[in-house]
C-alpha cells in the first residue's frame, strides 16, 4: 500500500498512469499470492496423497491430515476471494481505459476554451485601445471645427457689420441725391 502515497494529482482527479500502475501493482501482487497459495496447496495435496497412501494406521497423522485438509480449504477460499478481487480490478482498469478518452476531451476543450477566452479579451483590449485613439481624434477634430467655425462666424459678423454700415451710408447718399435730385427738378419746374 506504500504506492497509494505516489499518486499525483491531476486535473479533476488522480493521474490515470498512476492509477494504471498502482492497478497492474495489485494484480501483480494478487498472481503472485494466488500462485504461492496454489503451490501450498499442491504442496499440502501432494503431502495428503502421502499420507492416504501410507497404510499404517496413525493416529497423530490422521489428525495432522486433518488439520491440513482444512487449512487447504482456507487456502483455496482465500485464492477464490483474491480472483475475485483481481476479477474487480481488472474491470475497474478496464473502465478507467474506457473513461480516458472521454476525460482527455474534456480537458482539450477546457483549454480550448480557456485560449478563446484570453483571445476575446485581447481582441476587446485593441478594440477598446483603437476606440479610444478614435474618440481622442475626433474629439480634436471637433474642437479644430468649432474654432474655425468661431472664427467664421466672427468674421461674417464683421463683414454683417461693415455692409450693414456699407448698406446705411448708400442709403444716406441715396436719400442726399433723391433730395439733391427732387430740388432739381422742383427748381426747372418754378423756373418754368
Known sequence: MAMAQ??????HGFNREDVVRYLEYLNSKHNSAINQLK????????ELKALRA????????EAECARLQEENQKLLQQCGDLAGQIAKLQAQMEEAQKNKPLAEEELEAYRRAEQAERAAKERARQIYCQATGALAEATTQVDEAAEDFK???QRIATQMTDLQS???RSKEALTGAAATLYGVCSADTDSQ
Open 6 to 11: 505516489n499518486f499525483r494529482s491531476a486535473f
Open 39 to 46: 503451490s501450498e496447496n499442491q504442496t499440502l495435496t501432494d
Open 54 to 61: 501410507q497404510t499404517v494406521s496413525n493416529p497423530a497423522a
Open 151 to 153: 472664427l467664421l462666424s
Open 166 to 168: 456699407t448698406i446705411d
